[in-house]
């Protein structure tokens, strides 16, 4: 067995909302993939949707990586920003994966051009600088919001599609789209992607899916970050943050 954290930074999440996302991922995953949804430690957002948010929330999330690292083989970032993705990879040893990461390099693979749905107008420019750190900017042809501020996604409803739908099918007979995804883990979740796909005709990418996968399968084949690239913090400086590190003893050796 294969056990998966789906850490959501931020607060709030409620808990129906919570049993029902594990719920979604376990059903995406294969048998052998065991996924918890793990709320990050607060203060932090009830949602995130700015850069502020964004810093706000990744304190938490290591902290509370920290505490339930042992308990899991993988993590996932549970938001599409994959907010504090090199501060985690610095603090863990389990591979660390972050949807919008594996989401765009995807993209990339299946198509030469794509275009990223965004949540708001607020957030189209956080995703240009994504498809940048990602080396895909020439790749990413349009970021193209929806207008759906997080806490009012609410399962996607048919409104919220039909706005997915017509700004899917503007990317792809205007843009030159040829794939596009969600860029928000409560669209994902949602679980409207098929349909989504089967009315633009072009690949319409699964962030959840392919994040979890990709977790469960790193863990399964024993791959992790670089130390190289992402060296382990000195933890005896991080008193303040993690409490008693057990690296710091370690790391004294």
Same mark, same amino acid.
């Given at each position: 067995?294969v056990?998966?954290? $789906?850490?959501?930074?931020?607060?709030?999440?409620?808990?129906?909302?919570?049993?029902?996302?594990?719920?979604?991922?376990?059903?995406?995953?294969?048998?052998?993939?065991?996924?918890?949804?793990?709320?990050?430690?607060?203060?932090?957002p009830?949602?995130? %949707?700015?850069?502020?948010?964004? $810093?706000?929330?990744?304190?938490? !999330?290591?902290?509370?990586?920290? *505490?339930?690292?042992?308990? /899991?083989?993988?993590?996932?970032?549970?938001? /599409?920003?994959?907010?504090?993705i090199r501060?985690? #990879?610095?603090?863990?040893?389990?591979?660390?994966?972050?949807?919008?990461?594996?989401?765009?390099?995807?993209?990339?693979?299946?198509?030469?051009?794509?275009?990223? @749905?965004?949540?708001?107008?607020?957030?189209?420019?956080?995703?240009? *600088?994504?498809?940048?750190?990602?080396?895909?900017?020439? #790749?990413? =042809? !349009?970021?193209? !919001?929806?207008?759906?501020?997080?806490?009012?996604?609410?399962?996607?409803?048919?409104?919220?599609?039909?706005?997915?739908?017509?700004?899917?099918?503007?990317?792809?007979e205007?843009? +030159?789209?040829?794939? @596009?995804?969600?860029?928000?883990?409560?669209?994902?979740?949602?679980? #409207?992607?098929? *349909?989504i %796909?089967?009315?633009?005709? =072009?690949? /319409?990418?699964?962030?959840? !899916?392919?994040?979890?996968?990709?977790?469960?399968?790193?863990? #399964?084949?024993?791959?992790?970050?670089?130390?190289?690239? $992402?060296?382990?913090?000195? /933890?005896?400086?991080?008193?303040?943050?993690?409490?008693?590190a057990? +690296?710091?003893?370690?790391? &004294? &050796?």
């Amino acid at each position: 067995m294969v056990d998966v954290c $789906y850490l959501v930074p931020g607060v709030g999440l409620p808990t129906k909302e919570k049993q029902r996302r594990e719920r979604v991922a376990n059903d995406l995953t294969p048998s052998h993939v065991d996924v918890t949804v793990v709320e990050a430690e607060g203060p932090g957002p009830t949602s995130i %949707e700015s850069a502020v948010e964004e $810093y706000w929330c990744v304190v938490g !999330s290591m902290q509370t990586a920290h *505490e339930v690292e042992s308990a /899991f083989d993988a993590l996932v970032i549970g938001c /599409f920003g994959d907010p504090g993705i090199r501060a985690l #990879r610095e603090l863990l040893d389990i591979p660390v994966v972050g949807p919008a990461e594996t989401t765009i390099h995807t993209a990339a693979m299946v198509a030469d051009r794509f275009t990223w @749905l965004t949540i708001l107008d607020e957030t189209v420019p956080m995703s240009h *600088e994504q498809a940048h750190e990602h080396h895909l900017s020439e #790749r990413c =042809v !349009s970021v193209r !919001s929806v207008d759906a501020p997080v806490e009012e996604i609410d399962h996607c409803d048919d409104d919220l599609v039909e706005r997915m739908v017509t700004e899917g099918r503007a990317a792809v007979e205007e843009d +030159g789209a040829e794939a @596009l995804f969600p860029g928000c883990m409560s669209l994902s979740f949602a679980q #409207r992607n098929d *349909e989504i %796909e089967e009315r633009v005709g =072009v690949p /319409f990418l699964d962030p959840a !899916s392919l994040a979890l996968e990709q977790a469960a399968t790193w863990a #399964r084949h024993g791959v992790s970050q670089s130390p190289k690239t $992402y060296p382990a913090p000195k /933890f005896e400086k991080l008193e303040g943050l993690l409490g008693d590190a057990p +690296g710091a003893a370690a790391d &004294d &050796d």
